[in-house]
Structures are given as structure tokens and as C-alpha cells.
């Protein structure tokens, strides 16, 4: 697999011929909370990070693995948006972004995720098409999910 410029995850194309299979790829966020320990898995015993269990969902989902980046770097909000940025988006090129959390924590998220991609890259930095990037060009959207969606789409 490959990510093209739009940031879709392809298949590698066969002798030349271009690929028309696009999915989005998804970028599950976070190890966990500060004030709180990991959860655990009963079988194993090791620690949960929340990003590999939302990835396990998604792939329970249908998603192909393919298409499923994760970031378990972060903590809180603010290290969400930074690993996101630093991790993934900026060494993909990955410009058009969804935002999905709860409805509860979306004015947080919006006003901290608007920040971190509003801020310019390293000066060495330079974005997948070799050129410098200033941090501007990012496509954001955001979703926020009410807890008695998140219930409903859980079970």
C-alpha cells in the first residue's frame, strides 16, 4: 500500500496501470489519559493503548489494516494534535483532515487541533513535495459523536 497526495491509502499498482482504489486512511489518537492507568487485556495481561484498540475496532469494522495509522505517543488533547501532526500528516502529506470525538470534548479539540495545524513547520522541515511548508493548507473538518451515538456505535 500507498498514500497518495489526498491522503488515500492504494493498493501498489501492477505493471504501470494506476489504481482507482481509494480509502481514507485513518489515524486512531492517543496511549491513554494522564490521570488514569492503561487499561489491560485479560488475555495477555499487557497494557491497552486506547489508539490499538480503536484499531481493532475498525478492523472488526471492516477497514482494511492497510488504512489504519496509529499515534499512542500523546496523553492529552494537546499531544493528540502534535503526534497526529508530527507522526503522521506531515510525513504523509495527509493535508484533508476529519476530527471525530465527543461532543463534550469538541470545543476543546477544535480549538487545540486549529492550533497545532496552524503552526509552521521545523525550517528544515520540508512537506512531500520537497518544498517548504509554512503549515498552512491543512482541510479541516470535525465531527463530534453525542455519548448516546458513542453507546449505540460501541455495541
Known sequence: MYFDVSGCCMPWPSAGTPSTDRRPVIVTLSAGTAHKPLPRDGRT???????????????????PAECILMEWSSYDTIGNAYFARTQHT?????KKLLVVTSDFHMPRTRAIFEWVFALPHHQHSTNSDGG?????????????????DRQNWLS
Open 45 to 63: 495481561g499487557y497494557q491497552v493503548f486506547e489508539s490499538w484498540a480503536g484499531a481493532q475496532h475498525l478492523k472488526q469494522s471492516g477497514i
Open 90 to 94: 506531515d510525513v504523509l502529506g495527509l
Open 132 to 148: 517548504k511548508s509554512d503549515g498552512v493548507g491543512y482541510e479541516m473538518t470535525f465531527e463530534d459523536v453525542s455519548d448516546a
